[in-house]
């Protein structure tokens, strides 16, 4: 931590007793210097020396840096019935800087690792962030990582019922089909392929002849949000840039028997589970057009329940939203670690907060009014509104609360909403403030006793 910008955003204009403040500084500083395993949370220039050597311990697993965070999730969803479990994958790359322990082999100019993460959001329409229930970091990409984080988020919940799991194309695997119905977990996963189906009508082998047939259709407006360009040509394909706009989907639905593909051993010949078709009947012109064929165990008996798939099936985009956070937010490709091991504590580390940035800025957006200190960790509040850059309301609302944050990162409102960059560098400049106040806090304590 930089000693001059402590004493001036905050030791010494906030604590005016003179002794306290220098005492504050110089413990600061040794913080700074060593940080002790249980003191590692900043991450600005000087610290990052003791940062490396905390996330390089062999000790430290990224497991045990998560489990708290998770365990307060599992606690903000107890209430609810249903909650969704958003499940995907993102490429992490790093600058190819010589051989890194654990990393796989070298390809070109930069090095890979695979985070798949689990993200809990509230399956009642608003699709309110409640944290991560399930997070691994790979050097190779394995398949069975879906399964995996789906066991270890039932298992932390404590059960099968109450989670609706909600997966992209990537997921689309007849055994994982069948090993989540072995295990009576709940799931919406966008299909790939159009499979093979068994039905009575022998004109209907596949799931979208099955789909045409479909006696519950609904209609639905829905608002598509913006996507930029995407790198590389694969992805190109696969997320075409889109302007936000209204669509109008036509959804159906059909209860399928999904036929195992040829050659799979291990797995049940057909299993029994309900199609869902989203498509825009009259696409714009120039516009790349909304087809999602989905696969679910949910019941689609009625037009509210088929609509609920799909609308389960859209907050999915919620953790692509959580994985800008941690890359662009967190800056995480950007740590100079030099072990698989160092970056997946990082992972680990920093996922909790790419969640509380991702809630910052959903509760400014959607709970506009909403009280403000509920945006942000307990006791934050009270530190934000002596650091920030405008005296705070004195009940400040999320959006308040956001732009103070951002501000403090640099943002100036009339560039309009924060970019995750500014909102991540101001979110650091309050944990490190915070956590000078704790020293601070405990310094107090020991001069008055
Ligand atoms: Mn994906």
Redesign the pocket.
Known sequence: MDNKVVEGEFVGARLRDERLSKRLVSLAARVAMDPSASFPTSLTEAELEGAYRFFSNKKVQPEAILEPHVRQTVQRLATADVTLALH??TTLSFRNEGQREGFGSLTGKSQQLWTHATLAVKADGTRCPLGLLALSTESEIRHERWFENIERANANVGGSRQLVHVM???ADDYALFSQLIANEARFVIRLQHDRGVEADDSAVTRITEALSRAVHVAEREVLLTPRGTNKGSKAKKVHPARKKRLANLSIAGAAVTVRCPAGRRGVPKTLELHAVRAWEASPLPGEPSVEWLLLTSEPIDDVDQLLRVVDWYRARWTIEEFFKALKTGCAIEKRQLESFHAFSNAVGFFAPIAWQLLLLRHRAHHETDADGAASLPDGMLEVLRHVARKPLPERPTAKDVLLAVAALGGHLKRNGDPGWQTLGRGYDKLRDAAEVWAIAARVMRNDQS
């Open positions: 995907d994958t992209d194309r990537e």
